[in-house]
């Protein structure tokens, strides 16, 4: 099995792009969008039949994201990312907000 940072680092460029659709759809808050998000996938995907060791790492896995994407939160409002989305697609916002993010984690990797 990969490790929780392995997980966070395949699906972070996805989740992003589902949150990004959640704040224009609904007109959320980015760090709302993150939990409301993480509360279907994890509906949806954990079967009640799974492991405990895998449910707490997909569990940890949707924890780390959701934290990562809630820190851009008190930056961007969500009519910002609205227009920025009317202006590109969904996925560039996300790209962004991902290049971002992997931005900020950079010096915490190194150490």
Request: aromatic share 4%; glycine share 2%.
């Amino acid at each position: 099995m990969r490790t929780v940072a392995d997980e966070v680092e395949r699906c972070l460029p996805f989740f992003l792009r589902l949150c990004v659709h959640s704040v224009v759809t609904t007109g959320a808050r980015l760090d709302e969008s993150a939990v409301t998000v993480a509360r279907e996938m994890h509906g949806r995907l954990v079967a009640a039949s799974a492991s405990a060791d895998l449910r707490r790492h997909f569990e940890a896995s949707l924890s780390d994201l959701v934290d990562m994407v809630s820190s851009l939160a008190p930056r961007l409002p969500p009519q910002m990312i609205v227009d920025f989305a009317t202006k590109s697609s969904q996925s560039k916002v996300a790209a962004t907000l991902e290049r971002t993010l992997r931005g900020r984690l950079a010096p915490h990797s190194a150490a």
